[in-house]
C-alpha cells in the first residue's frame, strides 16, 4: 500500500530486521505499519503530510515520554524512534470491541494520562488554544442567520467566557484529539495513541468530550445522564488518587467553549459566509451538513442545560435553548446523535 517499508539502519541496529509487515489504514498525515520483529510484533507510524509535519511528529513523540511516567500505563511503549524520517516504533495492542459502558473506563484513562503533565513540563508541549473572540462573534452571527434575538448581555457573557478559558490553570498533558479510534480497548485497559495535537493545560477541556460530544472527531455520541455522571465521578476520584488534588469546576465552561471552538455549523459559518443558513434550502444541503446540524443541536441543547444556572452565562443558555428550538423548527427531521460509539 505505501511501498518500501522506512525501516533504516538505526531502527535495524536497534531493533533488528522486520521479517514481515504488513500497511494499515491511516489519515492522510500519517502512514501506518503492522511489522514483526525478532522480538516482538510492533506498529511503525511515520507523520507525513503539510507544513507542520515535523512539529506534529515532536508533539507525539514529547506526549508519548510525558505519558510513560503513567503508573499504569496509559499509551503503547515506544520502541524506538528516526526523527530524520519522522518515524515512531511502537508496541502492538490488540483492540477489542468495547464495554457497553466504556466512558467510565474512558474517564479514568483519560484522567491517568492528563495526571503525567507536571507544573515542570511547561514548554515541553504548547499550551492548549481556546476559542477566541472571532469565534464568539461567528457564533452570535449565526444566531442572527438563525433569526434568534441576541439578548444585551450576551456579547459580554462570551467575552467573559474566552477570557477565562485562555487563562484557566493546569498542566495536565491533553491528548488533543481523544476520540474513538485514538483509543485502543485491550485486555489490560484502554491506552490513548495519535498525539500529533498533544499540549499541556486543564484536563476539564477533554473531559468536556463526554458531554459535547467528541467534537474534535468525526464521529459524535451521546451517553444517558446517569452514564455520564458515573464517567465524570470516575475521572474525579481518579485524578484524586493520583495527584491528590481536586478537579476545579468549570465543566460547564470548557462545553460551552467547544460550542464555539468545535467541529459543528459554528466553524462551517465563519468559514463560509454566516448567511448561508438562512438562504440555502433544507432539499440542497449535503448529507455532511446535515451531520454538521445534528451535532450543533446535540450541544445547544447541552450548553443550554448545563449553563442554566450559571451566574455568568445566563444569557448565552437562553440564547443557546432558543437556536436549538429554532433549528429543530426549521430541519424537523433531524435525528438525535447516536447512543452508541462506532
Given at each position: 500500500m505505501w511501498g518500501r517499508l522506512p525501516f533504516g539502519d538505526g531502527l535495524r541496529a536497534e531493533l533488528g530486521a522486520p521479517r514481515r509487515f504488513h500497511a494499515l489504514d491511516s489519515s492522510p498525515r500519517s502512514r501506518v505499519w503492522?511489522?514483526?520483529?525478532?522480538?516482538?510484533?510492533?506498529?511503525?507510524?511515520?507523520?507525513?503530510?503539510?507544513?507542520d509535519a515535523d512539529e506534529r511528529y515532536a508533539r507525539e513523540v514529547a506526549a508519548l515520554r510525558l505519558a510513560a511516567r503513567a503508573g499504569r500505563p496509559v499509551v503503547p511503549t515506544m520502541l524506538a524512534t528516526d526523527p530524520g524520517r519522522r518515524i515512531l516504533v511502537l508496541e502492538h495492542l490488540a483492540h477489542r470491541r468495547p464495554a457497553g459502558d466504556w466512558i467510565v473506563a474512558y474517564a479514568t484513562a483519560l484522567a491517568r494520562l492528563h495526571a503525567t503533565g507536571r507544573p515542570e513540563d511547561a514548554g515541553v508541549l504548547p499550551r492548549w488554544q481556546g476559542p477566541n473572540q472571532a469565534d464568539a462573534e461567528s457564533f452570535l452571527r449565526l444566531a442572527g442567520a438563525l433569526e434568534v434575538p441576541v439578548g444585551a448581555g450576551v456579547s459580554g457573557e462570551l467575552t467573559g467566557l474566552v477570557d477565562r478559558l485562555g487563562q484557566a490553570p493546569g498542566h495536565a498533558l491533553l491528548h488533543g484529539d481523544p476520540c474513538p479510534g485514538n483509543d485502543l480497548h485491550t485486555a489490560a485497559g484502554i491506552r490513548f495513541i495519535d498525539f500529533e495535537q498533544a499540549s499541556l493545560g486543564n484536563g476539564l477541556m477533554e473531559l468536556a468530550y463526554l458531554r459535547i460530544g467528541f467534537p474534535t472527531c468525526w464521529c459524535v455520541t451521546s451517553a444517558p445522564e446517569a452514564l455520564l455522571a458515573r464517567a465524570e465521578s470516575a475521572y474525579r476520584k481518579e485524578w484524586r488518587l493520583v495527584t491528590g488534588s481536586e478537579i476545579p469546576d468549570g465543566l460547564a465552561d470548557a462545553c460551552a467553549g467547544w460550542l464555539l471552538r468545535g467541529d459543528a455549523l459554528v466553524e462551517r459559518a465563519h468559514r463560509e459566509g454566516t448567511d448561508h443558513l438562512a438562504r440555502i434550502p433544507h432539499q440542497d444541503w449535503t448529507w455532511g451538513t446535515a451531520t454538521a446540524r445534528q451535532r450543533l443541536v446535540h450541544r445547544l441543547g447541552v450548553v443550554g442545560r448545563m449553563t442554566a444556572e450559571h451566574p455568568s452565562l445566563s444569557g448565552v443558555s437562553s440564547l443557546c435553548t432558543e437556536m436549538r428550538r429554532r433549528m429543530l423548527a426549521r430541519w424537523p427531521a433531524l435525528r438525535p446523535v447516536p447512543a452508541e460509539r462506532p
Open positions: 503492522r511489522v514483526e520483529l525478532p522480538e516482538t510484533t510492533a506498529v511503525l507510524k511515520q507523520v507525513v503530510g503539510g507544513p
